[in-house]
């Protein structure tokens, strides 16, 4: 077979990260997130073009899930990537990531799952394989909030139970 030059994987890959921004987008809009749609949005804390607090980059600082379902403010979509602002042990903290940087988005309540694939020459900041991922809670506020058990501060969550088997 014959080598492939036009990086088909690539382009499928960034082809599904569209998916993931018209997501952000819907949850952007003016009626947030539909139903009980949530999103886990795994990603490489030390991509470029990621920004996050000193304090969670310490504390992740290979990579981070984050949860966005009924605390999150300030969610902006672009082009190239989003930023957000979530609580963390009751503290707001600003986070912007590229879409380059995220190696998994997950909305457990249809159960829609898309994995990327690392591009070595995208990241070169990363010389070991990423751990396994810690997580964070976090949600959109507004009208008919609701808080989740444990309160405001962030959660540990196991992804294990995501992962198909």
Do not use: C, N
């Not at 994987?9 to 009626?31: F, T």
């Amino acid at each position: 077979m014959a080598k492939d030059l036009m990086r088909y994987d690539l382009m499928a890959q960034d082809a599904l990260r569209g998916v993931v921004r018209q997501a952000l987008l819907k949850a952007a809009g003016p009626d947030g997130l539909p139903g009980q749609h949530h999103f886990y949005i795994t990603f490489r804390t030390r991509a470029p073009g990621v920004d996050i607090d000193p304090t969670l980059l310490e504390k992740y600082p290979e990579e981070m899930t984050i949860v966005l379902e009924h605390q999150f403010w300030d969610l902006d979509v672009t082009e190239t990537g989003f930023e957000v602002t979530l609580k963390f042990s009751g503290v707001p903290k600003y986070l912007k990531m590229p879409y380059s940087a995220i190696s998994r988005f997950h909305d457990p309540s249809v159960g829609f799952h898309l994995q990327f694939e690392q591009d070595p020459a995208e990241d070169e900041t990363e010389a070991a394989p990423a751990e396994k991922p810690k997580a964070a809670a976090g949600g959109k506020a507004g009208k008919g909030e609701k808080k989740t058990p444990g309160g405001d501060g962030a959660e540990v969550v196991s992804l294990d139970s995501f992962r198909k088997k």
